[in-house]
């Protein structure tokens, strides 16, 4: 079948849609998910085609949204439950972490919860403090659930499909700032497998392992280094949960020096966990301590001035490749 | 014998022994004394330090769960909460695999993964106990949503006490129930603690089905220490989620006879004796037993076979517990995802 | 503000160093990491950076030999004069107090350990260099704070299969990259000699990537290290006529040691043919066996390092030193190998030779020689030698008489492999024949023990697979 250019966001709606169509067990519950098709117009036409049988508009309670998807899940069904900013997770925690998360384990294996849980993540938008975070470390830390993150259109429709495929409560994290971003995307149905990370630019001098955006932004950084000589490797882990960390140690063999960058803060963040296990599986093979690239110990600012020098970038991501790199 | 004290005269008393016949008193009898030999027996073994961790007793609550559940199918499913031995006992659990859990076996429920706070038995409708107050209501809402959605008659029913009901996911679950008006009764069991506080230093209702009036929700309040009016609210509940009309809620005013955690407080009281003895001269197995003895519909010895034989399941439970190995450290990480 | 460069400390055991060549000039603006001066002492010539930038001028001219820690040179800013420069502590003076300099150059010493002992150095190029016999003490770290990097490693092997430079023979200049190669690939070329503009590059976009340097500058390390057989592919470069050689250095070590040698000892030399037919046999059947397996089959030389070490214990007197109240047999025997080096000659010493089985000899005999060709070699690596073995065959010699080293008692020369005839009864066999060349110190050995060892090694030559095994 073709592949065609669609927005992050359109990936996203025709894997649903395909999805839904292909499946009588998956419905979508949210806030002003049916009617108004998604604030970031993620389920356009999907109300139309499936009815409010299967888009369900709810009340703004986020633990209600939650809790109905995990018992929804418990009973065999495949919810995709949107509660829009990624920030709201902290009102309805318990449903995801203690009940959706371990609720197979606590109930020795009998249960299976099949859950989409979508979020819209990420700063850049001047959404303040509340509306911009990217927690992904909160989720990756909780045995059950698993994370993904994608950062492209192509990515987004194959993980949402892996997603609501999988027996167990997924994350999706969508970055608000790639809902626009174009990309070229299969019109059929495919999976982009959980815990396989993509080698997105084969290099030779540093491997920059990179999250959501910042994929980007690694991308465009390593177009400059090229430039410069250093030759660098970007890596997308593409699920945080369950990590690729045999490719990542694999390039990090071959490259000895290993650069991690996430929007999120550094201190806690997947870059102490991915930097830890590049440690563990290739210490005999790094040149250099990981570097870690991610935003400092402050809530996300609003204004675009405090902001812009918040979010890490292709600037600062080019300046740790030289910095790692150097040589006296 | 009629009750007595301050809480059961605000009670609405629906008739007792009436339009029930033998057989549904037996059935709720037997529920009742099943829960009351297993919560006692597992009391006993908390004290003498066989059972590790801690345990939520619901010895006096019995006819809450018996009466509830005597209106449910096993198709039709249940949340409950931390205190939930009764609920799975009520709702059909077994003895050997409800107390191998408690032991930490591998034979438990559970496969000693989860402890007497998530007892589950997906077979028979049980979606689990919870160790987080408040947090089995939304998902019994999802159980209703997904019975509603494939259209298989069935209805979910989740249990809750007092104290949960100040907690934000009963209000959300509450509202959206009624908004999505989904097959689904919400049982509160008033005990009138949250946990160590009573229910007048906790919120300002007397009626927790007050509270679902919020929500445009019809409820209503029976006595929790009489299975036969547990059983006829529900009932009434249950029918109207079959019909589609809609949740229910039915507050059930009970008592639990032993602490929080545990069988006797260790610290300072919080409850009068005069408070615990007045609701365990209404105790509802003995209030079930004499009513049908007096009106002469069950004979006494039919109780008392139930007595003798539920005894002997839970020597025979405890027996199998004991004897079931330990679970393998190897076994850790199972079961954490589904491959 | 003016920097100092001073005289770098090279090994615990340098007392002096000389400045062979300025490779900077006066006036020159250098950057950090520019070759300043070649230095050379007793045991290694070494190159020393700039590690500041700043308009050199140096305070002591070429030739000059001084102690650690004298002021050579400043680094100036702008129009900046250097500071009252008091004149260098000259040699076996004691230095004069030095303030703490601003621009160690130091950074050339070796294996600058960080403060606690421990050796900078990464975890790659732990490895790498455990991999490919390289010392890292004898590294300069180039990475963040001084840290050796896998590159430093890689730098060295490069340095190693290159003839080193010399006085009279400039190190490389860095090569103009021309942005084909990234800053570690220029640097990699630099390095090793290499002109990028002849590389073809493997990397994205025909990029030169850090594997074409080395495959560029020779044969990969694991490559078999030229045996003492074979002649050098070429020449080392000669001295040039018309010009004077300072015996400074390692030329004047050699020359104080030799002289030393020959006044104090009653040396003679005694010449023996022992028969190699079967070891080359044996060789030729183990290159044949050994293929593809890694291990590398010994050299003639290896054997015969083999079979005197083993002999060594039967004759002590072979193995010992004279000293002023007698003749000290050594217990343990540590054999140094003469290995010819641009300039001169060094003499590692492969310690325990006697417990060495004869693969794992063969393979410390290579790394000493290699490392002593790339002016790697420890201190500690060129010290203690109860005996040495020296070979000349690879250049056409059967018999010579080796100077016995200071020290020791004996020293055994390797000739040419040569075809030789064994009669057996009346029937004449062809064979395979080298001379041994065994000279002694009188003073402790005389002729018929000094026959005997050589007898004895002679005898384990004849008898190989016995060398092979034990």
Redesign the interface.
């Known amino acids: 079948m073709a592949v065609r250019e669609l927005t992050y966001v359109k990936a996203y709606t025709e894997a649903l849609h395909q999805l839904m169509g292909a499946d009588d067990d998956v419905f979508v519950v949210g806030e002003d998910v049916a009617g108004y098709g998604g604030v970031f117009h993620m389920y356009d036409g999907l109300l139309a085609a499936y009815g409010e049988r299967r888009m369900i508009d709810t009340p703004i309670s986020e633990t209600a949204i939650v809790g109905l998807g995990v018992g929804a899940a418990a009973r065999g069904l495949r919810p995709v439950v949107d509660i829009m900013f990624m920030d709201f997770l902290a009102v309805c925690l318990d449903q995801l972490v203690n009940q959706a998360a371990k609720m197979k384990f606590m109930f020795g294996g009998e249960v299976r919860v099949p859950m989409v849980l979508t979020v819209a993540a990420g700063a850049g938008l001047s959404a303040g403090a509340q509306h911009s975070q990217s927690l992904e470390a909160w989720l990756a830390h909780t045995p059950g659930l698993k994370v993904a993150m994608p950062s492209s259109a192509h990515d987004v429709k194959g993980l949402m499909v892996t997603a609501v495929r999988d027996d167990n409560p997924v994350v999706m994290m969508l970055n608000k700032k790639l809902l626009g971003a174009k990309g070229a995307v299969p019109e059929e149905l495919y999976e982009v497998p959980f815990g396989q990370a993509a080698v997105l630019r084969e290099g030779t001098d540093v491997t920059v392992v990179a999250l959501g955006r910042m994929v980007v932004e690694a991308t465009a950084a390593a177009g400059t280094l090229a430039a410069e000589g250093i030759s660098v490797e970007v890596v997308d882990p593409r699920t945080v949960q369950p990590l690729d960390t045999a490719t990542i140690a694999e390039s990090a063999r071959r490259t000895h020096r290993v650069v991690v960058v996430h929007e999120a803060v550094t201190f806690g963040g997947l870059g102490a966990e991915i930097a830890a296990q590049v440690t563990d599986a290739a210490f005999d093979h790094l040149d250099a301590p990981v570097l870690r690239v991610g935003a400092p110990f402050a809530p996300v600012p609003f204004s675009p001035a405090l902001e812009n020098a918040y979010l890490p970038d292709r600037t600062r991501i080019a300046e740790a490749c030289r910095q790692i790199t150097k040589r006296s | 014998m009629e009750p007595v004290g301050a809480v059961a005269t605000r009670t609405d008393r629906a008739p007792s022994v009436e339009g029930l016949d033998a057989a549904s008193l037996l059935d709720l009898h037997r529920r009742m004394v099943r829960i009351r030999v297993f919560e006692t027996e597992a009391g006993r073994l908390m004290e003498s330090g066989d059972l590790p961790g801690f345990l939520h007793l619901y010895v006096g609550q019995e006819a809450v769960a018996a009466g509830a559940l005597a209106t449910l199918t096993d198709a039709d499913q249940i949340t409950s909460t931390h205190r939930g031995h009764g609920h799975a006992v009520a709702k059909g659990a077994g003895f050997r695999k409800m107390f191998a859990e408690l032991f930490g076996r591998v034979d438990g429920y559970c496969h000693g993964r989860g402890g007497s706070m998530h007892i589950n038995d997906l077979s028979i409708g049980m979606l689990g106990a919870n160790g987080i107050v408040g947090a089995g209501l939304p998902i019994a809402v999802g159980a209703a949503f997904a019975a509603r959605y494939r259209g298989d008659g069935s209805i979910a029913m989740t249990f809750f006490g007092d104290g949960a009901s100040n907690i934000g996911a009963f209000h959300e679950a509450a509202n959206m129930a009624a908004v999505l008006q989904l097959p689904v009764v919400f049982v509160c069991e008033n005990n009138g603690y949250a946990e160590f506080t009573a229910q007048a230093r906790h919120m300002r209702l007397d009626d927790v089905a007050d509270r679902a009036a919020a929500y445009g929700m019809p409820s209503e309040v029976c006595d929790g220490m009489d299975a036969v009016a547990v059983r006829q609210a529900c009932r009434r509940a249950v029918d109207r989620a079959r019909a589609g009309e809609g949740p229910s809620l039915v507050e059930a005013k009970t008592y639990r006879y032993y602490d929080h955690q545990g069988v006797k407080g260790l610290r300072k009281p919080y409850r009068t004796q005069e408070e615990i003895d007045a609701w365990k001269a209404r105790d509802a197995i003995e209030l079930l037993e004499a009513r049908a003895a007096a009106d002469g519909v069950v004979d006494a010895a039919e109780f008392a076979r139930v007595w003798e034989e539920t005894r002997a399941d839970a020597v025979d439970a405890i027996a199998f517990a004991r004897a079931s190995p330990l679970p393998d450290p190897a076994t850790l990480t199972r079961d954490v995802y589904t491959d | 503000m003016a920097q100092q460069v001073l005289l770098p400390k090279l090994g615990l055991t340098m007392e002096e160093g000389t400045i062979v060549e300025w490779v900077a000039r006066p006036g020159d603006q250098v950057r950090?990491?520019d070759v300043l001066l070649r230095l050379g002492t007793d045991k290694v010539d070494a190159d020393v950076e700039a590690?500041g930038e700043g308009r050199f001028q140096p305070v002591v001219d070429e030739g000059a030999t001084l102690a650690p820690g004298a002021l050579i040179a400043w680094l100036l800013d702008g129009d900046e004069q250097p500071p009252g420069a008091a004149p260098a502590p000259a040699a076996g003076r004691a230095p004069e107090p030095v303030p703490e300099p601003i621009l160690a150059s130091g950074?050339v010493a070796p294996g600058r350990p960080e403060p606690g002992g421990r050796l900078l150095a990464?975890?790659?190029?732990?490895?790498v260099a455990a991999e490919l016999g390289v010392d890292l003490t004898t590294l300069r770290g180039?990475?963040?704070g001084?840290?050796i990097?896998?590159?430093d490693v890689a730098d060295a092997v490069v340095a190693a299969r290159v003839p080193a430079p010399t006085a009279d023979r400039p190190s490389p200049r860095p090569v103009d990259?021309g942005?084909?190669?990234?800053?570690?690939?220029?640097?990699h070329a630099a390095s090793s000699g290499v002109d990028l503009g002849s590389v073809r590059g493997s990397?994205?976009g025909g990029?030169i990537?850090?594997a074409d340097v080395l495959a560029a500058a020779g044969p990969p390390p694991a490559a078999p290290v030229p045996a003492p057989e074979a002649p050098p592919a070429q020449p080392a470069a000669g001295p040039v006529p018309g010009t004077v050689l300072p015996l400074t250095g390692m030329r004047g070590a050699i020359a104080r040691s030799m002289h030393a040698s020959l006044q104090e000892m009653a040396q003679l030399t005694l010449g023996h043919e022992a028969d190699v037919g079967g070891l080359l046999a044996l060789r030729e059947q183990l290159t044949r066996e050994w293929d593809g397996t890694g291990l590398r089959v010994p050299t003639v030389t290896d054997f015969v390092v083999r079979a005197a070490a083993q002999a060594l214990p039967e004759h002590p007197v072979l193995n010992a030193s004279v000293r002023a109240d007698g003749i000290h047999l050594h217990e343990q025997v540590h054999v140094g190998i003469a290995v010819a080096v641009p300039g001169g000659l060094l003499v590692p010493v492969l310690r325990d030779a006697d417990r060495r089985g004869m693969v794992d000899l063969a393979g410390q005999t290579r790394e000493l020689a290699v490392a002593a060709r790339a002016g790697r070699l420890t201190a500690a690596q060129l010290e203690g030698a109860t005996f040495v073995v020296t070979s000349l065959g690879s250049y056409g010699v059967d018999f010579f008489t080796p100077v016995v080293n200071p020290g020791t008692t004996g020293i055994l020369g390797v000739g040419r492999v040569r075809d030789g005839v064994r009669w057996e009864g009346e029937v004449p066999r062809r064979t395979s024949v080298l001379t041994l060349s065994l000279s002694f110190d009188h003073r402790a050995v005389d002729g018929a023990p000094a026959a005997e060892f050589l007898r004895t090694v002679s005898g384990l030559l004849a008898r190989p697979h016995l060398l092979l095994a034990g």
């Not at chain 3, 990464?122 to 490895?127: E, K, W």
């Not at chain 3, 942005?179 to 640097?187: A, C, D, E, T, W």
């Open positions: 950090t990491g590690e950074a990464s975890p790659n190029a732990r490895r180039t990475g963040p001084g840290r990097v896998s590159e990259g942005g084909v190669g990234s800053p570690l690939v220029r640097r990397g994205l990029r990537r850090r």
